[in-house]
């Protein structure tokens, strides 16, 4: 359900006899974080589609025997549904730029990027195509390259880190009210961050461009830090004007990514075997990727595990459900932790979309609103002009 509201979290349902079905604890996750968006993005066609929609997972027999969509002949009807959403759509930047916009899940609760049909369908059509894969190199970039690029078998050619000024002071402790104003030492504090996401990239044998995205109030002194920190790791910070000069801003970053792709010197790889366990899989991207050096399970969990071994779904990637305030699991937790230990709090699994979701810590599958949520800024007048929508 594409809406906020915590009280769909934990709901009871069946009730008033059987009639009514089963009576039993459940809940909603928001629509970016289903498992018809993850088939969607992750489908190759409308018969692989049709294929995903039928190994939905949905409970057991009363003798104890798995029980998927297709048994319930539910697929021809989802599939009538999404006959249209398979579809990309093309749409423009206001500068006229083709954009392919297909697909919505969240890197921190889904695999957080746009669809294979569109990637493909790019790549057909043009020289170069850029992939956006949101909240960072430990959940967007590791859930691209390790469910989306094997599921998909897809080897990019260049990594771009979008990194700001303005974030790194926010990992160096300064507080929301005064990001906007030079703080040299928060920067030299922060930059860590920055550090391990270069190092996460370097994991997969790339060599990540870092996009400097420049804003007014950016000091030179903050600016030029960041640059000899990126070229001490062997990398290139290139600045980027584009939130004040459009794409005009960008036309040297844009340079430099072409120049990285026809050095053609990157050598992809994933970060481990979809063959191995649910727990080495999980113990691999918490300790090369978030830095943690441990995995604690809670007795949900523990539970979770024997029954992935039980259901034959351990040979599935995992996709983790993780704040994206942190590279650990606790968003209190700036700049670079160390030494801290992740806990899987529960798994789900999407065995449509062919993944294993273990959700860590106190994260959440239907956010709730905000203390001041954007509708309190919302009308409408007597002539049906509307305000408050941006």
């Known amino acids: 359900m594409d809406m906020n509201d915590r009280s769909l979290r934990k709901i009871i349902v069946g009730l008033g006899g059987t009639a009514n079905g089963i009576p039993r604890e459940d809940g909603f996750n928001i629509t970016p974080a289903s498992e018809i968006m993850a088939i969607l993005c992750l489908a190759r066609d409308f018969n692989h589609l049709k294929e995903k929609l039928g190994n939905i997972y949905i409970g057991l027999t009363y003798e104890g025997e798995p029980v998927f969509a297709r048994d319930l002949k539910a697929v021809g009807a989802m599939a009538v549904l999404l006959k249209d959403a398979i579809k990309p759509n093309l749409v423009q930047t206001i500068e006229g730029t083709p954009v392919i916009l297909h697909g919505g899940p969240f890197a921190s609760i889904?695999?957080?990027?746009?669809?294979?049909?569109?990637?493909?369908?790019?790549?057909?059509?043009?020289?170069?195509?850029?992939?956006?894969?949101?909240?960072?190199?430990?959940?967007?970039?590791?859930?691209?390259?390790?469910?989306?690029?094997?599921?998909?078998?897809?080897?990019?050619?260049?990594?771009?880190?979008?990194?700001?000024?303005?974030?790194?002071?926010?990992?160096?402790?300064?507080?929301?009210?005064?990001?906007?104003?030079?703080?040299?030492?928060?920067?030299?504090?922060?930059?860590?961050?920055?550090?391990?996401?270069?190092?996460?990239?370097?994991?997969?044998?790339?060599?990540?461009?870092?996009?400097?995205?420049?804003?007014?109030g950016d000091s030179k002194e903050e600016i030029e830090f960041v640059k000899l920190c990126c070229e001490k790791m062997g990398t290139k910070a290139v600045i980027s004007t584009a939130f004040t000069e459009g794409g005009v801003g960008s036309i040297e970053l844009a340079t430099e990514i072409v120049h990285c792709i026809e050095q053609n010197n990157n050598h992809f790889q994933p970060l481990y075997n979809w063959n191995i366990s649910v727990e080495e899989k999980i113990h691999c991207i918490a300790t090369e990727m978030y830095g943690a050096k441990g995995v604690e399970y809670s007795q949900k969990a523990k539970q979770g595990l024997k029954e992935i071994k039980k259901l034959g779904f351990e040979q599935m990637p995992v996709c983790m459900a993780k704040t994206p305030k942190s590279l650990s699991d606790d968003e209190k937790k700036l700049a670079r932790p160390r030494d801290f230990v992740i806990t899987v709090r529960e798994f789900e699994w999407a065995t449509g979309a062919g993944f294993i979701v273990p959700i860590l810590g106190d994260i959440m599958r239907m956010p709730g609103l905000p203390s001041h949520p954007a509708a309190e800024l919302m009308d409408i007048d007597e002539d049906g002009k509307i305000i408050g929508l941006s």
């Open 110 to 216: 889904a695999q957080g990027t746009n669809s294979i049909i569109a990637t493909k369908m790019g790549l057909s059509l043009s020289d170069y195509v850029i992939t956006e894969a949101g909240f960072a190199a430990d959940l967007g970039a590791e859930k691209f390259f390790n469910i989306k690029c094997v599921a998909g078998e897809l080897k990019p050619e260049a990594v771009l880190i979008v990194a700001t000024i303005r974030a790194l002071r926010h990992h160096g402790g300064v507080k929301k009210d005064v990001l906007a104003y030079p703080d040299i030492e928060a920067v030299k504090t922060g930059i860590s961050n920055l550090q391990k996401h270069i190092e996460n990239i370097q994991m997969y044998g790339l060599q990540p461009l870092i996009a400097l995205n420049v804003f007014p």
